[in-house]
């Protein structure tokens, strides 16, 4: 298939871009630092873009199967307002459907929309202190991605570490499940490449730990 991977350049979003090309994709990377990718691939087009606008997302979605939406804010960014996801997400939603692009897979994290309540007690003050404003924002993303008419999965990963592709993690599909954990931002990729040609988790919100 031919993919859009929107926040390619670094992080999830890298690793999905590597993983989805060695697994037989056409890869489209949008990023604003695209050229900067360190992949060489005759497979891969690395497009210079920002997910904000709605012409560089409108012209990355040109004859593509799937998106990948794997954003990320960086640590100092989670100590002020934060409307990327959400704003990118409206831009992004809008743009599939111009472009008749059904397929959305998207990070979000562990503590986003209805997850929050499985956060323990311990660790919910701790977390609405540091991760609070972004995750406020990725509920927001969440719930946009929930109300449009796409065929939507969104994946929430535990904290997120930088060990290899294990290929061994659990896959929290049910509320009643749902609980912090550690895995590899490799792992995450993995899983996201999986639901390229996979209908298992459409319209579902699996919790990733390993």
């Known amino acids: 298939m031919r993919v859009l ?10 690793e999905t871009t590597r993983q989805a090309l060695d697994a037989g994709h056409d890869v489209r990377a949008l990023a604003r630092s ?6 060489s691939n005759p ?28 954003l990320g ?12 996801f959400s704003d990118a997400t409206r831009v992004l939603i809008v743009a599939m459907r111009r472009q008749g692009v059904k397929r959305l897979i998207c990070v979000t994290g562990f503590g986003a929309g ?6 323990s007690c311990l660790q919910r003050l701790p ?25 939507w999965t969104i994946a929430r ?9 294990t290929g061994h993690y659990r896959i929290l599909s049910e ?13 995450v990729a993995e899983f996201l490449v999986r639901q390229i040609g996979d209908q298992t988790y459409i319209r579902k919100t699996p919790v990733l730990i390993n």
């Open 5 to 14: 991977i929107i926040g390619a350049s670094k992080g999830i979003g890298l």
């Open 34 to 39: 695209a050229t900067a990718i360190a992949v």
């Open 43 to 70: 497979s891969l087009e690395k497009m210079r873009g920002d997910a904000l606008k709605s012409e560089n997302v409108e012209a990355a979605l040109v004859g593509v199967d799937v998106v990948i939406q794997t």
């Open 73 to 84: 804010v960086g640590l100092g960014d989670l100590f002020q307002p934060v409307h990327l």
């Open 114 to 119: 209805d997850s929050r309540a499985s956060i």
């Open 127 to 151: 977390f609405q202190i540091v991760f609070g404003r972004a995750y406020d924002d990725k509920s927001l993303q969440e719930q946009l991605i929930k109300e449009s008419e796409l065929d």
């Open 157 to 165: 990963p535990g904290v997120l570490t930088s060990g290899p592709r």
């Open 175 to 187: 509320a009643s499940q749902w609980r912090n954990g550690i895995i590899s931002r490799a792992d």
